[in-house]
């Protein structure tokens, strides 16, 4: 299933002018508040009318439908669990209305989403994190071609955010529809998006698979100095036998995670944000850094601050740094150029690793 | 005969209010959820205009009111044709003491409604329309079972109102024993008589009786419904 939208509208002083392609996977939306994110989903579902263009599911249009009519499945920033019936009524009333019936079976999502403790209880004795899945099984089980989150895990701290993405990464793991996902947050989008379209001030600006459009200079101001970094993904491997690290493979070379605990043969990824690597011309000597790596400068782009960003490939995997202008005169970095790269191994978010 | 005895004239006013109240507050309850919803919850053309409407009957005189009942449903009022044809005759008659009663109370109850609804969050409604449930289905699984507490509350204060109404009851339907004498009616026709004072405590009774009763039951049914 496909998700493809080409939408106008116009709210009083802002304006939304929004394309997205999205195929099966999560595709995030990112971008600054006001940018237009929530209102461009909450137009995919039907909650926002559009003054023109289209939005199909699988080809077929939906502007202009009911939203009940259009198997749009739709997390939002609250939970907005009905709170005169219980966790599994809240259940069962989402699998009774999807009108297309055949969607999930309760027990699978219930098991997915680890909710049998909460079945009996009522919204109110809920924490933040476990209504939150609940409307995430709720949105599941009525069926949808499509599922939108907004920003579901906004209204979490950290470390309740930590104990939730788990559950989200299996969610894309296997469904097959379509997932827009809303954040700011660049760490979760690290983790989560196959796709990415970044929106400022009402339009969409950039989109494509989350490995292109993190490793591209051009995307740095939309993203953010901060946000900036790659997303690589890898497979982990035995500890190292002498020192008892662990280690990950990836298209290039090997890096050596300390911080790191999944089991080997696990499929991951890790960002490594621009801003933690460290550019040399010469091999360096005598440095604590565990991971060094040889790669050619493909990409460079200045921004509006002292900092440039270097893109450069390991093998067939790309990387991107953040240095100052000077140190890029000074090195005379250049298209084509060797570089040695420096990542500190204690630079990977720990937030940022995963399956 | 002892004091307590009741003449068939009580019981018939006493049998016609507890009729004219249950009935008016039946018929009332479902339009009045009805107004108070689209009151509530949609912005239109005469939105104004059917609030101020709704509420007239409280403000004005209620022989006002009656008044204006009987100029609309009397025999040469404005509907009096239509209900001719019909083969409904509304002044005079207990049915239009019923009439009387829900448009007296009508306001009332769709205040309460209205409160109840302004306290459900739209966007549980919101999320219920995603999830596939079409307006009306989302009025009858989710919406609903949250006001009823202030549906109930509404047709207590209807049915309250209705036992006790009288201004507008006399005007449209006067006060005739055995067809539209109400308990309201029935003590200010026995008030008009000196020597009266047992039949009027009697009545007085009565209507005491009901309108306790009437709050007992909905306490019981609003605590049935907090245990659900």
Redesign the interface.
């Known amino acids: 299933m496909t998700v493809e939208l080409n939408i106008q509208l116009q709210r009083d002083e802002f304006f939304l002018d929004a394309y997205l392609s999205a195929p099966a996977g999560v595709t995030v939306i990112f971008g600054p508040s006001g940018s237009g994110k929530t209102t461009l989903l909450r137009a995919v ?1 039907g ?1 926002e009318r559009v003054d023109s263009g289209y939005i199909s599911i699988d080809k077929a249009n939906i502007v202009g439908q ?4 259009r ?4 997390v ?1 920033q ?1 939970p ?1 669990l ?4 219980t966790v599994l009524k809240n259940l069962k ?2 699998q009774k ?3 297309m019936g055949g969607g999930q079976d309760v027990d699978e999502v219930i098991d997915l989403l680890e909710l049998r403790p909460l079945l009996s209880r009522y919204s109110a004795a809920l924490s933040g994190g476990e209504a939150q899945r609940v409307a995430l099984g ?2 599941l089980l ?2 949808p071609k499509c599922l939108c989150l907004d920003e579901p895990l906004s209204a979490l701290d950290h470390a309740l955010k930590q104990r939730i993405l788990p559950y989200l990464e299996r969610l894309r793991n296997q469904t097959k529809i379509p997932i827009l996902y809303v954040t700011h947050d660049a760490s979760e989008m690290a983790r989560l998006a196959d796709h990415i379209v970044l929106m400022q001030a009402g339009r969409s600006v950039l989109s494509g698979s989350a490995t292109k459009v993190l490793a591209d200079p051009a995307a740095v101001p939309f993203l953010g100095v901060r946000a900036a970094g790659t997303v690589i993904s890898g497979c982990i491997m035995p500890p190292d036998p002498i020192t008892g690290l662990a280690i990950m493979s990836f298209a290039g070379g090997q890096l050596i995670l300390p911080e790191l605990s999944q089991p080997a043969g696990r499929e991951v990824r890790i960002r490594i944000a621009a801003q933690d690597i460290i550019l040399a011309t010469e091999m360096p000597k005598g440095l604590s850094a565990l991971n060094i790596f040889h790669g050619v400068i493909t990409d460079m782009h200045q921004g509006q601050g002292p900092g440039v960003m270097v893109q450069f490939r390991v093998g067939q995997t790309l990387f991107l740094a953040r240095i100052t202008q000077y140190s890029a005169g000074k090195m005379g970095l250049a298209l084509g150029k060797t570089v040695f790269a420096i990542v500190k191994a204690s630079a990977f978010d720990p937030a940022g690793i995963g399956t | 005969m002892s004091w307590y005895t009741l003449s068939p004239v009580e019981i018939q006013a006493f049998t016609l209010s507890l009729w004219v109240a249950t009935v008016s507050v039946v018929f009332s309850l479902p339009i009045a959820t009805g107004v108070a919803f689209l009151l509530a919850r949609r912005r239109f053309w005469g939105h104004g205009l059917l609030n101020a409407l709704v509420h007239l009957p409280l403000v004005l005189p209620p022989v006002v009111t009656g008044y204006l009942l009987l100029v609309a449903f009397g025999r040469r009022g404005i509907f009096g044709p239509v209900l001719e044809v019909l083969g409904l005759q509304l002044a005079f008659t207990s049915a239009g003491a019923a009439l009387a009663a829900a448009v007296m109370a009508f306001p009332l109850i769709v205040r309460a409604i209205r409160l109840a609804l302004e306290a459900v969050d739209p966007k549980l409604e919101e999320a219920a329309n995603t999830l596939g449930a079409s307006p009306l289905r989302v009025f009858g699984f989710v919406t609903l079972p949250l006001i009823l507490p202030g549906v109930l509350a509404g047709a207590v204060v209807g049915f309250a109102k209705a036992l006790g109404e009288f201004g507008a009851t006399i005007t449209f339907v006067s006060n005739i024993p055995g067809e539209t004498q109400t308990i309201a009616s029935a003590i200010y026709a026995l008030l008009q008589v000196p020597g009266q004072e047992a039949a009027v405590g009697r009545m007085i009774g009565l209507s005491v009786l009901l309108s306790v009763g009437a709050l007992l039951l909905s306490e019981i049914l609003a605590r049935r419904m907090v245990r659900k």
């Open positions: 579902a909650l009911a939203p009940y009519k198997a749009v499945g739709y939002f609250e907005r009905f709170p005169h019936i009333f989402a209305m999807g009108r709720r949105a009525s069926a």
